[in-house]
């Protein structure tokens, strides 16, 4: 697979275990905040996003938490799994209706069975 | 099956040459994104183009070069100005502006650079 693992910040959990993994993002006036995961090889697919006016979204197992105060995002996801072993990856769209996303530098995944 | 083909997926180059990476997408969409992706850096903006014969520079712009002659071809040529070069390349197409699902980028599998 891709070396874009290399010195990214690792959650290790168990299959079955809620994995929670964290990001802070800099720009307030960002309109939306958005979570992409990344399996080797391959690249970023969309998982879910959330309004900068709301705080909680919740999809299909996943759940993402936004806290305007500190700047904070967090995506949630229940009863983890092996194929959600990955690299997980925020970003931020500054400019509501274009897609120039700014991308954190990711959080790698792994889920022991 | 709709998407979007990069091709090559993975490519050596000398120093000093140009070298095109190809990209393709069959899912009628108007914007186009070519995002360069290191170790530990997450993945940053070269250009992007929302509209055919239209783009505009992204975050790291300085020594590449793109073209959108047509609306499902955006090739990025990595020149020699690159200083470097070595990276994995990701394309991505969208909706593009103003559209519902904005924020949602199909992204391609991606071509490895490495400069000899």
């Known amino acids: 697979g891709e070396s874009v693992g290399l010195h990214l910040p690792t959650l290790s959990v168990q299959e079955g275990d809620n994995s929670i993994i964290n990001c802070a993002y800099s720009n307030s006036a960002s309109d939306y905040f958005i979570w992409y995961k990344q399996e080797s090889g391959k690249g970023p697919q969309f998982i879910i996003d959330i309004r900068s006016n709301m705080d909680k979204r919740q999809g299909q197992r996943v759940t993402v938490l936004l806290n305007k105060t500190v700047k904070h995002l967090s995506l949630q996801i229940a009863a983890t799994q092996p194929g959600d072993s990955a690299v997980y990856f925020c970003?931020?769209?500054?400019?509501?209706?274009?897609?120039?996303?700014?991308f954190g530098k990711g959080t790698m995944l792994l889920v022991s069975p | 099956d709709g998407g979007i083909t990069q091709s090559p997926k993975y490519l050596f180059r000398k120093e000093g040459q140009n070298v095109t990476l190809s990209c393709e997408q069959n899912l009628n969409h108007d914007a186009m994104y070519w995002y360069r992706q290191d170790p530990g850096q997450g993945l940053r903006l070269i250009y992007y183009s929302q509209i055919v014969n239209d783009f505009q520079k992204g975050d790291i712009a300085e020594g590449y070069s793109v073209s959108r002659e047509k609306k499902e071809s955006f090739p990025l040529t990595v020149t020699s100005a690159q200083k470097n070069p070595t990276a994995f390349y990701l394309c991505?197409?969208?909706?593009?502006?103003?559209?519902?699902?904005?924020?949602?980028?199909?992204f391609g599998a991606g071509s490895r650079l490495t400069v000899l």
């Open positions: 970003a931020e769209n500054r400019r509501s209706g274009y897609s120039t996303l700014t």
């Open positions: 991505a197409s969208s909706a593009g502006q103003g559209a519902a699902g904005a924020n949602v980028l199909t």
